[in-house]
C-alpha cells in the first residue's frame, strides 16, 4: 500500500492564534479553508496545500498518551536565505544555523511557539 504525498503535520497549540501568527508571519503559510469541525482551529496553506492542521488545546487538556514525542523537527524549502535571518532576528526569534556537508546548502532551524522544531533548507 504505497503512499504519494504528505498531506499534513496537526499540532495541537497552547495558543491558536500565536502560533498560526508564526506560520504566517515568519514563513509565508496563509489561513484558508477549514471544514466547521467542533474544535477551534486553523488550517494553514503552502500555495494551494492545506500544510498544517492548528487545533487549539483546552486548558484542561493532559498531555496525550498517543505522544509524537520521538519527531524531531518538521522541514520546508526556503526561500531568500539572507530575507529569512533578518525576518527571524527582528522579530526576536533565536535560530540555530547549519552547513550540510555534501552541497554546502544553509539549514536553519528555530522553534514555533509551541517548541515545534521547524527546519528551513536553502
Known amino acids: 500500500m504505497p503512499v504519494d504525498a504528505l498531506q499534513h503535520i496537526n499540532i495541537?497549540?497552547?495558543d491558536a492564534g500565536r502560533t498560526r501568527d508564526f506560520y504566517v508571519r515568519i514563513l509565508g503559510l496563509h489561513v484558508g479553508d477549514r471544514p466547521p469541525f467542533a474544535s477551534t482551529g486553523y488550517w494553514l496553506y503552502l500555495n494551494d496545500e492545506p500544510v498544517i492542521h492548528l487545533v487549539q488545546k483546552t486548558p484542561d487538556e493532559a498531555p496525550s498518551?498517543?505522544?509524537t514525542g520521538p519527531i524531531d523537527h518538521i522541514a520546508f524549502r526556503g526561500v531568500g536565505l539572507d530575507a529569512t535571518r533578518e525576518a527571524l532576528s527582528r522579530e526576536g526569534i533565536a535560530?540555530?544555523?547549519k552547513r550540510v556537508p555534501r552541497d554546502n546548502s544553509v539549514q536553519l532551524f528555530v522553534l514555533?511557539?509551541?517548541g515545534v522544531r521547524i527546519e528551513l533548507n536553502f
Open 12 to 14: 495541537r497549540a497552547a
Open 65 to 67: 498518551a498517543r505522544s
Open 95 to 97: 535560530f540555530q544555523e
Open 112 to 114: 514555533d511557539p509551541d
